[in-house]
Nanobody
């Protein structure tokens, strides 16, 4: 089983940038499709971005496309989320998730068996 740990608890003003990292251990990282989700207070967890096993395929939610970039370094067992042009509505707890040999279009939380503990991102206006 894979364990996931997110890092960078961040606070930034609107228009700023943050990079989230998620380190994986306990599994063969390259066998996991990786994704980021987020959850705002009082709302359901929502899909943000996904990256395929070797990083060749990425897919984004419409709300972040063009502003966020997901990437992975399989040598470091780490997935990243570069967030630019941040908006207050990007505020929430961000989670990384892993799906063993998952589809590169898996955007529903139920399709992921492994989750990090979450990291808070706050974007002030």
């Amino acid at each position: 089983q894979v364990q996931l740990v997110e890092s960078v608890v961040g606070s930034v003003q609107a228009g700023g940038s943050l990079r989230l990292s998620c380190a994986a251990s306990g599994g063969i990282f390259i066998t996991y499709t990786m994704a980021w989700f987020r959850q705002a207070p009082g709302k359901e967890r929502e899909f943000v971005a996904i990256i395929s096993l070797r990083g060749g395929i990425t897919y984004y939610a419409a709300s972040v496309k063009g502003r966020f970039t997901i990437s992975r370094d399989n040598a470091k067992n780490t997935v990243y989320l570069q967030m630019n042009s941040l908006k207050p509505e990007d505020t929430g707890v961000y989670y990384c998730a892993a799906s063993l040999y998952g589809s590169s279009r898996s955007s529903h939380p139920d399709e992921y068996g492994y989750w990090g503990q979450g990291t808070q991102v706050t974007v002030s206006s």
